[in-house]
């Protein structure tokens, strides 16, 4: 090769050089900009979520087109507390759970505490499908504007598949899908009609991802967020807002296997805490934690890689289940 060859072959690799620099920086800015684009977002929904919302009051009956929500699950935890801040609101309910002396001391401080009507209906949700042919005829003399899909079970304890019963599974699908797929389509209905309505659904923060050890709670609030994603894009124009909450630990009884539910703190707030929060984001976000401390939560669990939340989860989950198994042991 002579000099002056050299010296071409030297300006083609400069050149190509300068292209392949060029094709990296237009990378570089794309995915800068794409971050920069996502985080605007994130944190102009936050704004919204937790700022804006709570500027002024709203007429949430008027709002949601009639005076009356139902509540599923409200003898205790979030159910009752959120079921609180709507009486908070002016609403009169429909209280459901199991278990009609509890239901009916909550109506009872529910009436005289807020000024509102409260009637409760005393039901266990399973696999009986009678029971919501039943609960429609009642619910339909009524103008329902928010109904909350609230009742849930989980596991005793984290647990492997394997070792939770088969009681406890079936549990999960007719309480945490089955109830909350049929209490939409009993009161859907009428909020079409009359094209305005909400429905809340809480699924759960921390099943957001694969969680071992809660397997099959996780896939059902899965299916929650899921359902309700999809049923906002099929009713929105038809005036309806459809919400998925989805919490991180709340000091709630579904947490008594957990000792630190008893002792609620910032980011395990108490179940009243999480629902005066979370009734402020109705129509403000579609979907949501509920609780701006949840929500920070929620933002380090997404990024983590699954290899690193699968095994925080694992860790966490192992330690519960011993806490829990070695109390059995004790009270026996
Ligand atoms: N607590 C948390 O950390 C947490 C976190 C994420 C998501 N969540 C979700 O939030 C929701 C409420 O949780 P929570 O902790 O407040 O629960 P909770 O304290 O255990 O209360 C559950 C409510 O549901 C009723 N219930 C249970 N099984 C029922 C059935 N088969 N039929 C009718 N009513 C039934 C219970 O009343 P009776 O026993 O009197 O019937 C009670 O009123 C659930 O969907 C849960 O998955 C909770």
Redesign the pocket.
């Known amino acids: 090769m002579n000099a002056d060859s050299f010296q071409v072959f030297i300006n083609y690799l400069s050149d190509e050089l300068k292209s392949i620099n060029d094709a990296f920086a237009f990378v570089g800015i794309y995915l800068i900009s794409r971050k920069l684009l996502t985080s605007a977002l994130v944190l102009s929904d936050f704004t919204k979520t937790y700022i804006i919302s709570r500027v002024g009051s709203r007429d949430i009956a008027k709002l949601y087109g009639g005076k009356w929500a139902v509540v ?9 507390a959120y079921a609180e801040q709507l009486a908070l609101r002016g609403m009169n309910l429909v209280l ?4 009609a002396n ?1 239901l009916q001391n909550t109506a009872i401080q529910i009436n005289e505490r807020f000024g509102v009507q409260v009637d409760f209906i005393a ?4 696999g009986d499908e009678t029971k919501y042919t039943e609960l429609k005829e009642e619910l339909d003399s009524k103008d329902i504007a928010i109904l909350v899909n ?5 596991y005793d304890y984290p647990q492997y598949f394997l070792d939770v019963s088969v009681e406890k599974l079936w ?1 999960m699908v007719n ?2 899908i089955a109830a909350t797929t049929m209490m939409t389509h009993i009161v859907l209905p009428q909020m079409v009609e009359r094209g305005k309505g909400a429905i809340v659904n ?1 699924a ?3 099943c957001s991802r694969p969680t071992p050890q809660l397997a099959v709670y996780a896939a059902t ?1 899965a299916y929650i967020d899921l359902f309700s994603r999809s049923l906002q894009y099929e009713y929105s124009s038809r005036g309806i807002t459809v919400q998925c909450l989805m ?4 000091g ?4 008594r296997f957990n000792r630190a539910w008893r002792s609620p703190s910032s980011f395990i707030p108490s ?1 009243e805490r999480y629902a005066r929060h979370a009734v402020q984001t109705l129509g403000y976000s579609q979907r949501t934690n509920g609780y701006w401390l949840h929500t920070i939560q929620g933002w380090i669990a997404h990024i983590l890689p699954e290899w690193l939340w699968v095994s925080g989860a694992n860790r966490l989950n192992n330690a519960l289940r011993r806490q829990a198994q070695e109390r059995v042991r004790r009270n026996h």
């Not at 599923?72 to 009752?80: A, F, P, Q």
């Not at 039901?123 to 399973?126: A, E, G, P, S, V």
């Not at 709630?252 to 947490?255: D, K, V, Y």
């Open positions: 599923t699950g409200s003898s205790d935890g979030i159910g009752k459901i759970s199991r278990d509890k039901l266990t949700f399973d609230n009742v849930g079970v989980m549990q309480v945490n809480i759960a923060g921390s609030k919490p991180f630990y709340v709630a009884r579904m947490q179940a």
